[in-house]
């Protein structure tokens, strides 16, 4: 995965002190702890006091991340490792490295719940960059079923013809966005 | 992905962010005002259990180390035994979430002892000369 520029971008305003970048940082990423979170089957106050570690030990490392590319592993990574110290606490009679039967996600599981999260975390970052228009037609069709081109006509002032063209238009502008072209299988098929 | 397949997928991208609750955000966001900026991070170099698996004192060691020192520590029931190698004076601080929970002088060989053990997630800070050094977060 190639580096995702307005990542790299975050990362280095926040390393200097911009708090805008970092709660941007969060916002992108606090789906890919909450998701590994609720694999672990943790929510509430539990969930809670991972993302306190995870999002502390992201900002004690914002000085030496080299390679924003690898910052959603390193976040998946230490998410599940916090997880699973919470689950420890849980079971106080456990000792460090006695987690038989502890991680209950496998590594295929694991990697694929990483990659899913990585695709979402670039199409979300990929969504918000389309003109305001796009993301008012593009959030119409998410229905399902998918709202009709005539009521979509009707409340975006867009010819019924002109649907299809902007439909495609938008999503190939969504394609090509920065974030996007970085993420395996994003590409036209 | 085709364009039927990229609309399925930014909306469960949606989705997906809308169901987290705002409490994971906001812990992430109130976490911003943790950045040291003034003192070198000693990273967790090892991590191994000193003592045999005798319960209940359960003795576990952690070394941090930061560019010209590092931090020994023994964990045991009531307090964390620690020394600071190379060996020099000074204060150092045991912190949580909340701030400075314990503080403790560090004698001339270098030793250290903070209590109570803390639970939940914790660092040292230490002031020693003109170091000024902080652990990485931990969780014991």
Redesign the interface.
């Known amino acids: 995965m190639r580096n995702d520029p307005s990542v790299i971008d975050l990362v280095e305003r926040a390393r200097d002190g911009d708090a805008t970048a970092w709660d941007a940082l969060v916002d992108r990423y606090a789906p890919l702890v909450w998701a590994i979170c609720r694999r672990y089957g943790l929510n509430g106050a539990d969930a809670e006091d991972v993302a306190a570690s995870v999002w502390l030990r992201l900002v004690e490392r914002l000085g030496t991340i080299r390679e924003p590319a690898a910052l959603p592993g390193w976040l998946a990574t230490t998410v599940r490792h916090e997880c699973l110290a919470q689950l420890r606490t849980r079971r106080r009679h456990l000792l460090v490295g006695d987690e038989a039967g502890l991680d209950t996600v496998d590594e295929p599981a694991f990697e694929e719940l990483l990659v899913t999260q990585e695709r979402h975390v670039a199409v979300r970052a990929a969504f918000e960059n389309l003109p305001e228009h796009c993301r008012r037609l593009l959030s119409l069709l998410f229905g399902d079923p998918p709202t009709p081109y005539t009521e979509i006509s009707s409340s975006t002032g867009t010819p019924v013809g002109a649907i299809g063209p902007t439909r495609r238009r938008c999503l190939d502008k969504l394609r090509s966005d920065p974030a996007l072209v970085t993420v395996a299988g994003a590409e036209r098929t | 992905?085709?364009?039927q397949?990229?609309?399925a997928?930014?909306?469960?991208?949606?989705r997906?962010?809308a169901?987290?609750?705002e409490?994971?955000?906001e812990?992430?966001?109130a976490?911003?005002a943790?950045?040291?900026?003034d003192a070198e991070?000693a990273a967790l170099a090892t991590?191994a259990?000193a003592g045999a698996?005798a319960e209940p004192a359960?003795v576990?060691a952690l070394t941090f180390a930061a560019r010209d020192l590092t931090i020994e520590v023994e964990i045991t029931d009531d307090a964390l035994h620690g020394q600071v190698v190379p060996p020099r004076a000074g204060e150092i601080e045991l912190r949580d979430?909340t701030g400075v929970v314990a503080v403790a002088r560090v004698d001339e060989v270098g030793w250290f002892v903070l209590g109570p053990v803390p639970r939940?997630?914790f660092r040292l800070h230490l002031r020693a000369g003109d170091a000024v050094v902080v652990t990485?977060?931990i969780?014991i």
């Open positions: 992905m085709n364009d397949e990229l609309i997928a930014i909306a469960a991208a949606r997906e962010a169901e987290v609750p409490r994971i955000r812990i992430g966001r976490a911003f943790w950045r040291t900026v991070l991590e259990p698996r359960a576990r979430r939940g997630m990485e977060w969780t």
